[in-house]
Nanobody
């Protein structure tokens, strides 16, 4: 069992930056992949970014590529999402998730553990 706790959300103006954190309750196994998803009101949860816990593999949704960066700190068991050049359409609740599999996936249902989410609001 892994508990994930997100933090770092908030209100920011368009063009601004935020860094989200996702702290795990225990060390993440090397064969896990970690992901960030978001859900805006009235919309389905969508993939944002993912990374293998060990190694350099990453994947980004086209809508955030070049603006967002996913990273991990193994010593702190923490996943990060650095978000730059934020747009109003980035407004959503952001969730981190863990998938006990090596292959990165964009499919939410393949992730087993989820955090409670953190709200990101970008004003125009």
């Amino acid at each position: 069992q892994v508990q994930l706790v997100e933090s770092g959300g908030g209100l920011v103006q368009a063009g601004g930056s935020l860094r989200l954190s996702c702290a795990a309750s225990r060390p993440i196994f090397s064969r896990y992949t970690m992901g960030w998803f978001r859900q805006a009101p009235g919309k389905e949860r969508e993939f944002v970014a993912a990374a293998s816990w060990i190694g350099g593999s990453t994947d980004y949704a086209d809508s955030v590529k070049g603006r967002f960066t996913i990273s991990r700190d193994h010593a702190k068991n923490t996943l990060y999402l650095e978000m730059n050049s934020l747009k109003p359409e980035d407004t959503a609740v952001y969730y981190c998730a863990a998938n006990p599999a090596v292959k990165i996936t964009r499919t939410p249902r393949e992730y087993v553990y989820w955090g409670q989410g953190t709200q990101v609001t970008v004003s125009s």
